[in-house]
């Protein structure tokens, strides 16, 4: 059965700082691209990040570039996202995602059920 | 950066026939992937790469893909259908994935 359940989420300040996690299981992690998806309440899907199969090319939406880092640790078959400097409007649902590629643009067609982060004083 | 844009909303019968258009500049040129999400769950694949279908979705979902127009066709709609449909490209000078606005089909 493959599995992705994401964990970190929370209610957080402005400004402060959130690790996501999300551990995969039940196919080669380590052959397919990951990305983070977010979803606002009541809106539609944004596309975060992406690193590729072995990290070696990691892509950012302009909303989150240079605040957000995706990683990955192929031994431990986990996704990160280090988020940093953290604005009400990242306000969101955060999903894992797998692609169906190393690289990105084949699809995705693998989806955790989603960690919540909520930036509030 | 590049924009895909979709109807708001869909409503149609039982039975009857659905269209969801995702409209950007040459989409043509691009490989369109979409999604249905119900609410409270993550989105499910239902069509990759233009017109292909993943294992598990009926045959009743269909996609097409030309000049500034892509089109998710659902036939046979059924109760179960209702759901919140996303279009996707691949960016491929950015490297980023793009959705599209969503729409949301009513099932009469």
């Known amino acids: 059965q493959v599995h992705l359940v994401e964990s970190g989420g929370g209610v957080v300040q402005p400004g402060r700082s959130l690790r996501l996690s999300c551990a995969a299981s039940?196919?080669?992690?380590?052959?397919?691209?990951m990305h983070w998806v977010r979803q606002a309440p009541g809106k539609g899907l944004e596309w975060v990040a992406v690193?590729?199969?072995?990290?070696?090319?990691?892509f950012y939406a302009d909303s989150v570039k240079g605040r957000f880092t995706i990683s990955r640790d192929n031994s431990k078959n986990t996704l990160y996202l280090q988020m940093n400097t953290l604005r009400a409007e990242d306000t969101a649902v955060y999903f894992c995602?797998?692609?169906?590629?190393?690289?990105?643009?084949?699809?995705?067609?693998?989806w955790g059920q989603g960690t919540t982060v909520t930036v509030s004083s | 950066s590049y924009v895909l844009t979709q109807p708001p909303s869909v409503s149609v019968a039982p039975g009857k026939t659905a269209r969801i258009t995702c409209g950007g500049t040459?989409?043509?040129?691009?490989?369109v992937h979409w999604y249905q999400q119900k609410p409270g769950q993550a989105p499910v694949l239902v069509i990759y790469?233009?017109?292909n279908r993943p294992s598990g979705i009926p045959e009743r979902f269909s996609g097409s893909n030309s000049g500034n127009t892509a089109t998710l066709t659902i036939s046979t709609v059924e109760a179960g259908d209702e759901a919140d449909y996303y279009c996707?490209?691949?960016?491929?000078?950015?490297?980023?994935?793009?959705f599209g606005t969503g729409t949301k089909v009513t099932v009469l």
């Open positions: 040459n989409i043509g040129t691009y490989s």
């Open positions: 039940g196919f080669t992690f380590s052959l397919s691209a």
């Open positions: 995602v797998r692609d169906r590629g190393s690289g990105g643009g084949s699809g995705t067609d693998v």
């Open positions: 996707q490209v691949w960016h491929t000078s950015s490297s980023r994935y793009v």
């Open positions: 690193t590729w199969y072995d990290g070696s090319e990691k």
């Open positions: 790469y233009d017109t």
